[in-house]
């Protein structure tokens, strides 16, 4: 069994920079693509960044141009990095992995910019 640990969200203030990490425990497995996505409230959970394990990124719209998603050589930590950030970024970040047939998800860390 594989879990997905996030960490690094919390309070920042509009026009600052984050760095959200994701790590995986447990079972070694190969994963076939990893990301990001958030949630913010009454809103539905959207994509932020994927990475796949040869390297391909692809980023949404709304954070194109200011985030960066990238990996460690064993696949077990990705991470997320965002700057210029905006009130319109407050939302549950969470991160997940494809391995084989099946989506894995991790429970989410806050990221909350004040104005």
């Known amino acids: 069994q594989v879990q997905l640990v996030e960490s690094g969200g919390g309070l920042v203030q509009t026009g600052e920079s984050l760095e959200l990490s994701c790590t995986s425990s447990?079972?070694?497995?190969?994963?076939?693509?990893m990301g990001w996505f958030r949630q913010a409230p009454g809103a539905q959970r959207e994509l932020v960044a994927t990475?796949?394990?040869?390297?391909?990124?692809d980023y949404g719209d709304a954070v194109k141009g200011r985030a960066t998603i990238s990996r460690n050589n064993r696949q077990t930590t990705w991470y997320l990095r965002m700057s210029n950030l905006t009130p319109e970024d407050t939302a549950v970040y969470y991160c997940?992995?494809?391995?084989?047939?099946?989506?894995?998800w991790g429970k989410g860390t806050q990221v909350t910019v004040s104005s």
């Open positions: 997940n992995a494809a391995v084989g047939q099946y989506l894995i």
């Open positions: 447990g079972r070694s497995v190969a994963m076939k693509r």
């Open positions: 990475i796949t394990a040869g390297g391909s990124t």
